[in-house]
């Protein structure tokens, strides 16, 4: 790990106007992705800037008839809180698929948003990567892709996104809040937050450089019937393979987003009308214009079949 400096922030306007007035600063709170790519020297950087107690940690209702979650709620809380186990159980059950209890007791709203790719060839550093090292070349193009993109991948990049509470933050159709180096304050769509890899793989999200997360915004409940489930190569915590977030009304409407295909949760709201056709229709929507290989190609039949055991599951309960 190289050296670094280190800070702890005093307000979350002060901790992203430090981020953006230090050359390659970064900000740290539960540090269970940060950590392991520095001392991998994937991340190297020069400052860090700890935001902790930042008071960022709590749930509150929203007048709107919605929560606000704090940037620095832990995934465990997060799970448990009993608001979010009733009006928004995909939620709940995507962040205990997620990781271990330890890593959960760790990791944060923000940080678990942010996390980036386990596309082993970025985690390589003797690899080329555009993710890693931009205009390297992409090492996974050609190489072994049975983890990787189907849908929205570029030239430059086939990794996927790891998160497993994105593709339900997706479904939910949240809001990420944020403070900007000269205190101004937004909200970004959920739908707006991520990028499609395009040319610049390394630029995964919307935020500027120095903004900070500091709250994820949950619109009032949908209702339904919520289910999340993740497809993995072993039945201990691993990253999906595929994953299906659904929420499913009485008369078989409903919302579906997937994970483990793309380089952000992947969700088509156009493909929602197909829901009550079942699996086959809604899926041939979801994933129109897959480019497959010969290592991938099953994660199309995977999405269509896990979605159809949740629709049956929904019918008969």
């Not at 107690?53 to 009993?82: F, S």
């Not at 990791?107 to 996390?115: K, S």
């Not at 949760?265 to 214009?289: C, D, F, I, M, Y």
Request: glycine share 8%; with cysteine; hydrophobic share 40%.
């Amino acid at each position: 790990m190289k050296a670094f400096s280190y800070q702890k922030a005093a307000t979350p306007a002060d901790a992203a106007a430090a981020a953006a007035r230090t050359p390659n600063a970064r900000f740290i709170a539960g540090g269970t992705n940060l950590l392991d790519l520095m001392k991998l020297e994937i991340e190297t950087p020069a400052h860090l800037i700890d935001v902790n107690g930042l008071a960022l940690d709590k749930i509150e209702a929203t007048k709107e008839g919605g929560l606000r979650i704090g940037a620095l709620v832990r995934n465990t809380d997060l799970a448990a809180d009993a608001r979010v186990r009733k009006d928004y159980a995909v939620l709940s059950r995507a962040l205990l698929a997620g990781a271990s209890t330890q890593l959960r007791n760790k990791a944060t709203t923000a940080g678990n948003l942010l996390q980036r790719t386990r596309c082993p060839y970025f985690y390589d550093t003797n690899m080329p990567c555009n993710k890693r090292v931009p205009g390297s070349g992409c090492s996974a193009i050609g190489g072994h892709t049975r983890g990787h993109a189907i849908v929205g991948q570029s030239e430059a990049c086939i990794a996927t996104h790891p998160s497993d509470m994105a593709v339900a933050m997706q479904l939910l159709d949240a809001g990420v809040e944020t403070v900007r180096p000269d205190g101004s304050a937004r909200t970004i769509p959920i739908a707006d937050f991520y990028r499609l890899p395009g040319t610049t793989p390394h630029i995964e999200h919307s935020l500027m450089p120095g903004e900070l997360i500091t709250a994820v915004t949950l619109p009032k409940p949908l209702g339904g019937k919520h289910y999340y489930r993740k497809v993995r190569d072993r039945a201990s915590y691993a990253f999906a393979l595929i994953s299906v977030a659904a929420v499913v009304q009485p008369d078989g409407s409903g919302r579906v987003a997937v994970g483990g295909v793309a380089h952000r949760p992947w969700r088509v709201p156009a493909a929602e009308s197909q829901l009550p056709r079942g699996g086959k229709a809604t899926t041939a929507q979801l994933l129109a214009g897959a480019r497959t290989t010969d290592d991938n190609a099953f994660k199309i039949l995977l999405v269509e079949r896990t979605l159809d055991a949740i629709l049956a599951q929904a019918r008969a309960s």
